[in-house]
């Protein structure tokens, strides 16, 4: 079974930074992509970050400049560096992953974990 486990939330002021980390394990073939994506309070889930095989990453406009995304391959792990955050990142940030397996590809969810920034 392959899953994910994200870590690193928490509160913190305006202004100031948190890392969050996510571990994949179980057994598979390899990963395509790994991303972070945030939900708030009322709003749909968005988009954060994502970082492909061969390094390629993307933004959402919101982060870009403040927030960095980063993989490491042989650990199965990837972070996402959060500097200068803002009251608006207050989230809850989900880690996601496109897996192939033996039997199946498709998208594993990590169950979240909670980003409060405060004002």
């Known amino acids: 079974q392959v899953q994910l486990v994200e870590s690193g939330g928490g509160l913190v002021q305006s202004g100031g930074s948190l890392r969050l980390s996510c571990l994949i394990s179980?057994?598979?073939?390899?990963?395509?992509?790994m991303s972070w994506y945030r939900q708030a309070p009322g709003k749909q889930r968005e988009l954060v970050a994502r970082?492909?095989?061969?390094?390629?990453?993307n933004y959402g406009d919101s982060v870009k400049g403040r927030f960095t995304i980063s993989g490491d391959n042989a650990k199965n792990t990837v972070v996402l560096q959060m500097n200068s955050l803002e009251a608006d990142d207050t989230a809850v940030y989900y880690c996601?992953?496109?897996?192939?397996?033996?039997?199946?590809?498709?998208?594993?969810w990590g169950q979240g974990t909670q980003v409060t920034v405060s004002s």
């Open positions: 179980g057994v598979f073939f390899s990963i395509d992509d």
């Open positions: 970082i492909t095989r061969d390094g390629t990453t």
């Open positions: 996601h992953a496109l897996v192939n397996t033996a039997t199946w590809k498709r998208g594993v």
